[in-house]
């Protein structure tokens, strides 16, 4: 079981892979060809802890259901399922080895929704949604009688803890191993690394759970030795010592599928010259969003104005019946794909998977979250404020309606370039790049050019910070060169007292 999924024989061309280093003038010339560059040799072991749990979760949580189901549920779990896209792509990576004593990095790919106990319950309450939002009679119906979970889950949780166990002890045992007759890749007595895909800091970090029914506790084991992916984490920066970075969250489902219809081109001549927002301006007692932030509140008051370009809908727990009736109209991947611009306000944190989402469906985002960057995924290898609109949020909370038509009244041409830089960075934030989690994406009849590059990035990266010691979230992944100002390391920044161009021209800052 230790072997499974992930695992197994290794695989892939070398040969190509060290082409596409190759390429272009050195290849150093950018900060993802030098990741790519020092991360060749390396290797990765990747594997299950469980095939199989008695929570056994049915349904398709992978998917996202209609807007009025996800509506009355606050959240969809499709958005944190990233793991279970990236098990097939890391079959075929060529670093990929099937003896974990030769891994510099152990990469778990459990999608926790059967191993994490909290994870379970999460992901069946927002497939089998109460009638009424306050009740959790069916969620406890389930838990109590149908999967014991709470005895199931002390087991799981034990067996995790002594599985984990006995493939660190296999692992450790060869790396500190004298004996010079033993063959191995790696020096004696270096230290693998682990990986783990969380799909949120919340869901790992925060389950109000008895200690033995906390998956944490098992993989507290080897906390020293981690590292940890999260799509995001608190305002105040990572509650968990060993998150090192951000991965995209997984895009819409209904948005995934229209890239796939079209293979990978968007139909700008469909869009219509507007801004679009869908989304909770205020939750009651499941959402970390207890009150309206001031961008949202100031959002408000584009929502009902699509008359003027603005095709704004902003929800709140205080709806009468015909105001949601009326939201439920408005499909909100629709939306994204009939839209230049898409709103990207901050909320429970200052990322969002609406980011993700709006550039799947070419509708530029208009973001207005100051600490958004230290939340990006792959900065060093994406430009990612090439193909955005960045807002400062007190610029944003002056004056809504001004900025709105700042919005709209950009250029053709820069409107042209915005998409030009999105189209290209695409595949880098997509995860859901074919219909199932479980197919290959460049298979017979498919252009692999429109498979996704995000669990490359994200292997680079780890393998990259684990040859450098670099495990600090907020830090550039490459040092910085003088010489070059244009080089993309990697670095945050923050928009608080910033003024663009196109926004002072308006004279709104």
């Not at 990469?107 to 929704?113: A, C, H, I, K, L």
Request: aromatic share 8%; proline share 6%; net charge neutral.
């Amino acid at each position: 079981a230790l072997a499974a999924g992930a695992g197994g024989d290794g695989g892939g061309s070398q040969a190509g892979w060290r082409l596409g280093v190759k390429l272009g003038r050195s290849a150093e010339d950018t900060c993802a060809q030098q990741v790519k560059a020092a991360t060749i040799d390396m290797k990765f072991y990747a594997f299950d802890l469980m095939l199989w749990t008695p929570f056994n979760v049915k349904g398709k949580f992978f998917e996202d259901r209609k807007d009025s189901a996800i509506l009355g549920a606050k959240t969809t779990t499709s958005q944190f399922m990233y793991p279970m896209w990236l098990r097939a792509p890391m079959r075929a990576d060529p670093r990929r080895t099937a003896k974990p004593t030769d891994a510099d990095l152990m990469v778990m790919t459990d999608s926790f929704v059967d191993v994490s106990p909290f994870t379970a319950k999460f992901v069946y309450h927002t497939l089998n949604p109460e009638k009424d939002a306050a009740s959790w009679a069916k969620l406890g119906q389930w838990w109590d009688a149908e999967v014991q979970g709470e005895q199931s889950g002390r087991l799981v949780v034990a067996e995790a803890r002594r599985r984990l166990a006995t493939l660190k002890a296999l692992v450790d045992t060869d790396n500190t191993a004298a004996d010079p007759s033993v063959s191995r890749r790696k020096p004696a007595g270096t230290k693998t690394k682990w990986a783990y895909l969380l799909p949120s800091e919340w869901m790992f970090s925060h389950d109000a759970l008895s200690p033995d029914l906390k998956l944490s506790s098992a993989l507290a084991d080897v906390a020293e030795d981690s590292m940890t992916a999260v799509t995001d984490f608190d305002d105040g920066g990572p509650s968990l010592a060993a998150i090192v970075t951000t991965v995209p969250f997984t895009v819409h489902s209904a948005i995934a599928a229209r890239l796939l219809a079209s293979g990978g081109a968007v139909d700008y001549g469909a869009k219509k010259m507007q801004t679009f927002f869908k989304g909770t301006g205020d939750r009651g007692v499941e959402g970390a969003l207890k009150q309206l932030v001031s961008v949202r509140q100031s959002l408000r008051q584009l929502s009902g104005s699509k008359k003027h370009g603005h095709a704004v809908f902003v929800s709140s727990d205080g709806m009468s019946k015909e105001e949601v009736r009326r939201l439920e109209g408005v499909e909100y991947a629709a939306g994204m794909a009939e839209s230049t611009y898409c709103w990207v306000p901050r909320g429970d944190n200052p990322t969002s998977r609406r980011m993700f989402d709006a550039l799947a469906a070419g509708c530029i985002p208009v973001v207005v979250s100051d600490d958004i960057a230290r939340y990006l995924p792959f900065r060093w290898a994406i430009e990612w404020r090439s193909m955005i609109l960045q807002v400062p949020e007190a610029v944003f909370n002056s004056d809504p309606e001004g900025v709105a038509d700042a919005v709209l009244a950009l250029p053709h041409k820069v409107v042209a370039s915005l998409r030009a830089r999105m189209d290209g960075a695409r595949t880098s934030i997509l995860w859901n790049d074919r219909p199932e989690p479980r197919e290959a994406c460049a298979t017979e009849g498919r252009d692999s050019e429109a498979c996704s590059k995000a669990p490359q990035l994200y292997l680079d990266e780890m393998l990259y910070r684990v040859k450098t010691g670099n495990f600090a979230v907020d830090q550039p992944l490459c040092k910085p060169r003088a010489s070059d100002p244009r080089f993309n390391h990697g670095a945050v920044w923050n928009a608080e007292k910033s003024c663009p161009p196109w926004l002072k021209m308006s004279k709104l800052c």
